[in-house]
């Protein structure tokens, strides 16, 4: 079975970091693009921060100068590196594949992990 799993969420004091890990399960080949969305209560899913296989990043502007993605393409793995952080980073973040193969030929265009939360007191 796919599996994104998500791990390193918890609360912490604004100002402070957190470094989210997202491993795929070992029966996958390959992911296009690995990537980081949040939804806060109330609120619809948005992204964070995309990293193609080519190493291609993309950041939500709210995020820009704190947050930094970086990926193992070796291992199927995504990481969040978040400073600086704010009250209002406070969300269920999910991991994302896209254009994600697994062995026996199984063709996923979109995975997601089940999420972590991640809160930040004032």
């Keep these: 079975q796919v599996q994104l799993v998500e791990s390193g969420g918890g609360l912490v004091q604004a100002g402070?970091?957190?470094?989210?890990?997202?491993?795929?399960?070992?029966?996958i080949?390959?992911?296009n693009t690995m990537g980081w969305?949040?939804?806060?209560?109330?609120?619809?899913?948005?992204?964070?921060?995309?990293?193609?296989?080519?190493?291609?990043?993309n950041y939500a502007d709210s995020v820009k100068g704190r947050f930094t993605i970086s990926r193992d393409n070796a291992k199927n793995t995504v990481y969040l590196q978040m400073n600086s952080l704010?009250?209002?980073?406070t969300a269920v973040?999910?991991?994302?594949?896209?254009?994600?193969?697994?062995?026996g030929n199984?063709?996923?265009?979109?995975?997601?992990?089940?999420?972590?939360?991640?809160?930040?007191?004032s």
């Excluded at 806060?40 to 948005?46: C, D, L, N, T, V």
């Excluded at 964070?48 to 990043?57: E, F, K, P, W």
């Excluded at 973040?93 to 062995?103: D, H, I, S």
């Excluded at 199984?106 to 972590?116: A, F, L, V």
Aim: a positive charge.
């Design 86 to 89: 704010k009250p209002e980073d």
């Design 16 to 27: 402070g970091s957190l470094r989210l890990s997202c491993a795929a399960s070992d029966n």
């Design 93 to 103: 973040y999910y991991c994302n594949a896209k254009g994600l193969l697994a062995y």
């Design 37 to 57: 969305y949040r939804q806060a209560p109330g609120k619809q899913r948005e992204l964070v921060a995309t990293s193609s296989s080519g190493g291609i990043t």
């Design 106 to 121: 199984r063709w996923y265009p979109d995975y997601w992990g089940q999420g972590t939360q991640v809160t930040i007191s």
């Design 29 to 31: 080949f390959s992911i």
